[in-house]
């Protein structure tokens, strides 16, 4: 294993060393739980204070020094290099002379700052209060501050800032160092729930697991199985768990098991012990949350609570909790409560356990989704709990397993609508972890004619949506309009699927109908069909993006990509990708597509791998890296060949290749003939997306045909604005595409939009049209200020940053004077500017300069 990272907190690092390095520098405490970094933060300051020629003095307070005068300051005391002065107190005055004389030159850093003694706090406090020394202090937010310390708070001569634990993406990056490869989420979860972002428990919890032999490399990357703390860790927070009462403690511990616990589970009698723990800081409120609840300050206390319990102490404490949880009429409460039930011997009723597997799969824990549907068949096999087991250990990609235990729950079904929710599942399972959709649409499809109509009401949307991916056409008109809401689960797969298909033709109105229609079946059926509601969002992205509402799209699919550990985070990496491709700005794409990639690797419930690796392979291509876009490319399964969304990002790959390879005309030839069959296939909306890349490659004449077929069939706005804009670009209109550029830019199309204008832009020069040449070219480059590369080279004709600035200010009536003031310019300076920007626009001066702005 390599080195334990240590990576620099930026963005707080940057804000301290502001403060203290500002113009009035002003004194700094770090203040945070142990643990938390707040010393390695000031050693990372301390490193640039030195390089600007800083001396820094370090100061360590010492819980065992605290009564021993001066004791925090004698090792820089016998370092002062004064061997002349016997006395300490003169030792002090020397100190305090040389350091006071010179508080720009010196920086005190003071660790655990609280634990100075009385003596050493008083000299701290005349170097900040008399002299304006500046000082950085570190203090656990355990630590009480009195005393001199105190009054420099007290006096505003100290800024307070309160370091929390890392976020997940920082954590995830230093397990990644660590480790040499990228965490399964399981694992990654559970350390990060278990650390709460805290480096010392998230280093100690990976070297306790690698003692422990529980570090290994899987499938879906290197899995952790976390152990409990070593005693010495535990030791950092055990005297202050000592110093509790009897019922302080048990408080505490019900605390820590329940993690967080409302505050409507605690009992009148113990308010007064919930008082002092959360006045020593021990608890906490937890944040954000509607209903009331309280948990343990530090994950260290959580171990020191609870690591030595004996299993009967630890199982009375656990049924006491459970007690409490159970009647609160709360489902999460109720999940946590059977949860922490199965960790005991306590009789739980089948139905309760089956009810709690559900729940767990419909979350997304599948995990324990699974441990529950086995503790609930200990006795038998039966059909509910052996179909979540199934579904969950194909979630945790134990392929073969989950195989032979959907089997088993086919052969439990008991009549046409358990088999027919059987071999949706198992259809699921076969298409989207196995990449065998030929096989499920020929199981089920055989299967169909023997079931009732209710039956086949279920499985014939989940037919269609296979079918479709094995590219067979006729899928879409064999299913029926969504049902009553009387339909039960029939009623939401067809739901879905009228969605999906609304979706697919461009069609927003349907979409957003069928989607209204369907989510309070979503809802109610969620143990069923888990996946629905996420499936109806997907759609609803779909459906803006249809509507020219790419804004709205992007927000949409940016607060539901917000949970890294949901089964759809590969869906909405995949949607933003999508988006940052058709905006330009392919670095983020890039990312998001190779994320979006691991992530549906590790969880697939819709089919999106296989595009996903193709969209990934495209952005490669418009980067310049054919190898790595080859190669991607030889990833795609031959199962997912025929299914539309692969077949047509695929194309846009290949035509980027050939389009670098100077062969533009067949590349558009590709994403024509991709085009057709996605047209056929209903793919309406992505068919036109993909039709962009024609017209991006400079033959925008050969998508024309199919774009008008496209605006016959679909009502989509951006279609519809697409077709539009293919149309003027193949007879080169400059000016109406100046019109049309921004409208298409807000659209989602930015990248369309500039290589469109650009195209004009060369067709304007080479018919000596130079005055429509400038303006395409310009308002190209102002529309690509956002992208990663600003399409074309500058010429000397174009304006600069700093011009486009000043000329902007002109335009907007400022004089010379008062545009030299913002910009710290002089007046003839900026005229001479202005002078350059009129002969580059050519302009003859204000009133011209703010038309031709406007215009842009």
Known sequence: MARWPVLPR?????????????????????????????????????????????????????????????????????????????????????????????????????????????????????????????????????????????????????????????????????????????????????????????????????????????????????????????????????????????????????????????????????????????????????????????????????????????????????????????????????????????????????????????????????????????????????????????????????????????????????????????????????????????????????????????????????LAKWQLMTGDAQALAEVADPVSPDGGLGAVNAGLTAAMIATMAGNPTDAFAAIEQTRPLAEAFRFEAPFAGALLDLSEFLALVASGEIGLASDFAAQRRLDRFADSAGVWSYALAIVRVHDGRLGEAHSLAALAVEQLKWRDFTGLLGTAIALHATVEAQWGDPAAARELLGEVSAEHASDAKVILQRAECEAWLLHAEGRSSEAAEVIVAAATEGIALGHFLLSALTLTVAIRVGHPEAAREQLQLLTQLSPSPLIARIREWGDVVSVADVARLCQLAPTLVSSGVAALAVDGLLYAARSAAAAGQSELERKATLLARRLAADMDRVPGEASADELTEREWTIARAAAGRKRSREIGQQLGLSVRTVDNHLARIYRKLGVTGRVELEEVLSEL
């Not at 509790?244 to 007064?272: C, G």
């Not at 392929?399 to 088993?408: I, L, Q």
């Not at 079931?451 to 014939?460: I, K, N, P």
């Open 10 to 462: 930026e963005s707080e690092r940057d804000a301290v060393l502001a403060a203290l390095r500002g113009p009035r520098p002003r004194s700094v405490m770090l203040r945070g739980p142990s643990g938390v970094g707040k010393t390695t933060l000031g050693a990372h300051i301390s490193l640039a204070l030195r390089a600007d020629g800083r001396s820094v003095v370090p100061v360590i307070g010492l819980a065992e020094l605290v009564d021993v005068p001066l004791g925090a300051l004698a090792p820089v005391l016998a370092s002062s290099g004064r061997h002349d002065l016997e006395s300490v107190s003169d030792r002090v005055q020397a100190l305090v002379a040389v350091v006071g004389e010179n508080p720009q030159r010196f920086v005190l850093v003071i660790d655990d700052a609280p634990l100075l003694d009385a003596v050493s706090a008083s000299v701290l406090y005349q170097l900040v209060r008399v002299f304006g020394v500046t000082t950085l202090l570190t203090a656990r937010d355990s630590h009480e501050v009195s005393g001199p310390l105190a009054r420099l708070l007290h006096e505003n001569l100290i800024d307070i800032v309160d370091l929390e634990g890392l976020s997940l993406e920082h954590s995830q990056s230093i397990l990644q160092q660590y480790l040499g490869g990228t965490l399964r989420p399981e694992s990654l979860r559970a350390l990060f729930d278990r650390s709460r972002g805290n480096p010392l428990m998230l280093r100690e919890l990976i070297f306790a697991a690698a003692r422990a032999g529980g570090i290994r490399s899987g499938d879906f990357g290197v899995e952790v199985s976390v152990s409990a703390l070593p005693k010495h860790v535990r030791a950092t927070i055990a005297e202050r768990v000592q110093q509790l009462t009897v019922e302080e403690r048990r408080l505490a511990q019900l605390i820590a098991i329940a993690q967080p616990m409302p505050h409507a589970a605690i009992r009148a009698d113990e308010a007064d012990a919930l008082a002092h723990l959360t006045a020593e800081s021990v608890v906490e409120e937890t944040k954000d949350d509607v209903t009331p609840r309280v948990r343990l300050a530090h994950p260290l206390f959580a171990e020191a609570l609870t690591a030595e319990l004996a299993g009967a102490e630890r199982a009375a404490l656990v049924k006491e909790i459970a007690a409490r949880l159970m009647p609160m009429g709360d489902q999460q409460l109720r999940f946590t409560a059977t949860v922490l039930l199965a960790s005991t011997d306590a009789e739980i009723s089948n139905d309760d356990l089956d009810w709690a597997a559900s729940y767990a799969h419909a979350a997304g824990d599948h995990a324990v989704a699974a441990s529950l549907a086995e503790r609930a068949q200990a006795a038998e096999r039966r059909f509910a709990p052996e179909l979540v087991l199934a579904s969950a250990l194909s979630a945790l990609a134990q392929s073969e397993r989950s195989s032979a235990t959907f089997e088993s729950a086919i052969s439990l079904a008991s009549d046409d609508d358990q088999r027919a929710i059987a071999l949706a599942r198992w259809g699921q399972h076969v298409v989207y972890r196995l990449s065998r959709p030929a096989e499920a649409v020929e199981r089920v499809g055989a299967a169909l004619q023997q079931m009732d109509a209710r039956a086949q009401a279920v499985l014939r949307p989940e």
